[in-house]
């Protein structure tokens, strides 16, 4: 099942809907309303058909739009291929590093 069919099953849905009421509607880590019930241990190909990764609440965290993106975005490791330069754009980083093989 393709993930985007996975997120609207009657099971996802009625999951989803049980989750959200179970923790009032609120962001589970700063108490403002929720936005998304975000999975834990992330869908991918290996276990999408896997409902204790799919829909076991233990799995589950229902976000605020600002701490989902956090959770996304806020990890990401900076790349070494590229720079700011004096002015604040993304420039190529001079000279360009080694790669490791």
């Not at 989803?16 to 999975?39: A, F, N, Q, T």
């Not at 589950?60 to 002015?87: G, I, W």
Request: aromatic share 8%.
């Amino acid at each position: 099942m393709a993930r985007r069919d996975f997120y609207t099953s009657a099971a996802w849905l009625r999951c989803r809907d049980g989750y959200i009421k179970s923790v009032c509607g609120l962001c589970e880590r700063c108490g403002k309303p929720g936005y998304i019930v975000h999975h834990k241990q992330h869908i991918d190909d290996s276990n999408e058909g896997d409902p204790e990764v799919t829909l076991n609440w233990a799995n589950l965290e229902y976000l605020c739009l600002e701490c989902h993106n956090k959770e996304h975005f806020q990890k990401r490791q900076t790349r070494d291929d590229v720079m700011f330069d004096a002015s604040g754009q993304l420039v190529a980083a001079s000279p360009p590093p080694k790669r490791k093989h």
